[in-house]
């Protein structure tokens, strides 16, 4: 068997998809994308593809990992770790589908039965959150997760930090303790109002506490994690397991949260949870995306065994007549008091109806991130 040709969609409403061909007609799919840097990471795909992977044998995953990573003087990064997330993703695919398993039973098997899923919740004003809050839980839904704020200078008045404790405080009052609440920063807090912050939201039990600083500044999270008994979370913007070495380092995290399509697909996914299991840390997986990288995150969360929660980028819990459920056939994703079931199709489990992607592809799709100033005019954190 060999790769004989690929094809790059991008499709509403900030997605990138890739298909493989192969000479024995086995095709596979992967999610190589950064969200506002879609067009340059298809550039790196077909660098890649074209340079290397064209007429290889698609089952020899490690060793065309190892190729992609390796074969390069200068590694690593968003951009290259998600072009090789995608096509790490697709090459699975087609190996599940060529033995007719779904990749975790590649990978070794089951080690949960079902996969408990969170749901971001939308909203400005504390009444806002609440009331999608309460939403979200009459769907089903037994853990959530919000922003903490907005942006944030760094020093901020005590009647933002008390804005910012309201909006939390609301939503835990509104769905009751039962329901588990995570509480996003985005590094958007400096290390001295992340240690007020978490001091003062220590008493809401949280199910954590994701990006109280920045990834570059993770020295800083002992000093933070002193200050609450939230668990600290953090790792969606980290693409190697020599990235997450230095978060482990630290002594201080809880909950790692890589994202398949970011940190090196599911065979880096993989190994980070692993590494993590001997850091006694949990996996709550990164999935703002698309079905397909949701996909392959499930057969990741499937195997590992100190998986925790998975974050997934839109609604599994709507009809299948939504739009971004009408990229894949049959409605895979079956929900059910909080959790997913367990995806038990070859390769990574869903269908994709391909005519469907090369009609939503003619869209012109060009999304990116809106730029945040403080009142002075300087740039913000998004």
Known sequence: MEITDYELYGVPPRWLFLRLETDEGVT?????????????????????????????????????????????????????????????????DIKGKQYGLPVHELLGGRSR?????????????????????????????TALKMDATHQMRHIESRETIEEIVDRVEHVREAVGDHIDIGVDFRGRVSKSMAKTLTHRLSDLGLMFIEEPVLPENVEH??????????????GER???????????????????????????GISEMVKIANTAETHDVAVAPNCPLGPIALAASLQVDTYVPNFFVQDHGF????????????YVTDDPFVFDDG???VLDDPGLGVNIDRSLVEERAEANVDWHNPIWRHEDGSIADW
């Open 28 to 92: 596979g799919w992967g999610e190589p994308v950064v969200e506002g840097r879609a067009e340059t990471v298809r550039a790196a795909v077909e660098e890649i593809m074209d340079s290397y992977l064209l007429g290889k044998d698609p089952r020899r995953i490690e060793d065309h990992w190892q190729a992609m990573y390796r074969g390069s003087f200068y590694r690593g990064g968003p951009i290259l770790m998600s072009a090789i997330a995608g096509i790490d993703q697709a090459l699975w």
């Open 113 to 141: 039965d079902k996969i408990r899923v969170y749901q971001w919740v939308g909203g400005n004003r504390p009444e806002e959150l609440a009331a999608e809050a309460d939403q979200l839980v009459d769907a089903g839904y």
């Open 221 to 234: 999270l002992p000093a933070i994690a002193a200050q609450t008994r939230a668990p600290i979370a953090a």
């Open 238 to 264: 980290l693409y190697s397991r020599w990235d997450f070495k230095r978060l482990f380092d630290t002594g201080a995290i809880d909950v790692i949260q890589p994202d398949v399509s970011h940190a090196g």
């Open 315 to 326: 609604d599994i819990h709507l009809p299948a007549s939504d739009r971004t459920h009408q």
């Open 339 to 341: 959790y997913v079931e």
